[in-house]
């Protein structure tokens, strides 16, 4: 699943600081005040499944969402 809610509402601001500059303003200030909590909390002890697309934390080899392998990941192809 593609996550497209950033273009999204880089979309809404822009249109809602073309129709109305006080409102655009201020959806901007509260989409940048967003930004900067989800970038601040800690993700580190996660990583994305490749295939789902899901957090899963560091360490388990089997996704519990889509049970992709992640031990797969870099293993050579058979042809």
């Known amino acids: 699943m593609r996550h497209t809610g950033p273009l999204i509402g880089a979309v809404l601001v822009?249109?809602?600081l073309f129709i109305s500059p006080v409102v655009g303003l201020i959806a901007l200030v509260v989409a940048l005040i967003a930004a900067v909590v989800l970038f601040a909390?800690?993700?580190s002890g996660s990583r994305p499944c490749p295939r789902c697309g899901e957090q899963v934390e560091n360490g388990v080899l089997d996704c519990p969402h889509c049970d992709f392998d992640f031990?797969?990941?870099?293993?050579?192809?058979?042809?």
């Not at 031990?71 to 042809?79: K, N, V």
Request: glycine content about 6%.
């Open 71 to 79: 031990r797969t990941i870099g293993a050579p192809t058979s042809q």
């Open 41 to 43: 909390t800690d993700r």
């Open 14 to 16: 822009l249109v809602l």
